[in-house]
């Protein structure tokens, strides 16, 4: 595939299996044998990729990401963007706090034959748990 094409597969990761929460276009663009590297699943495949995603959904009703940025070259692709929501259920042991959220993420993807094959992504926790209330922000910072 195209590195395009490629790049619209990552797109549609975000745009319909995380925000539209739609399983089967993640069944259509997530590898059966899919790996996230940093941030294992309890499954494989769209299952796993799913339920990983359900857990900030729960916590989050209101979760959505942005993507502000898609580069790619062959068979890699890199996102970048932010996700939002609504702290309204337990998130990591953390009760809700009804606290909007805002936090920046990076990503590179592996795609193969159509589909995400292996997933490495870096999210801003640090500004995620300040938000929360769970560490304080740094004087001056607004978090």
């Known amino acids: 595939m195209s590195t395009e094409q490629n790049k619209a ?3 549609r990761v975000f745009e319909e299996g995380i925000n539209k929460a ?3 276009a993640l ?3 997530i590898s059966p044998t899919y790996v996230n590297h940093s941030m294992p699943a309890p499954a494989p495949g769209p299952e796993g990729f799913a339920q990983v995603v359900g857990m900030f959904q729960q916590a989050f009703p209101d979760f959505r990401v942005t993507i502000e940025g898609v580069i790619g070259e062959g068979d890699t692709v890199a996102s970048r963007g932010y996700f939002t929501g609504t702290h309204q259920g337990d998130f990591m042991g ?3 706090t009804g606290r909007p959220i805002k936090v920046g ?4 993807w592996r795609v193969e034959g159509g ?3 292996e997933n490495w992504v870096i999210l801003d926790m640090m500004t995620l748990m300040q938000q929360l209330g769970v560490i304080p922000a740094p004087q001056g910072a607004t978090a």
Not at 105 to 108: E, I, M, R, V
């Open 105 to 108: 993420y990076h990503d590179l």
């Open 94 to 96: 953390i009760p809700a």
């Open 22 to 24: 739609d399983l089967g």
């Open 115 to 117: 589909k995400g094959e």
């Open 9 to 11: 597969i990552v797109r």
């Open 27 to 29: 069944r259509e663009v």
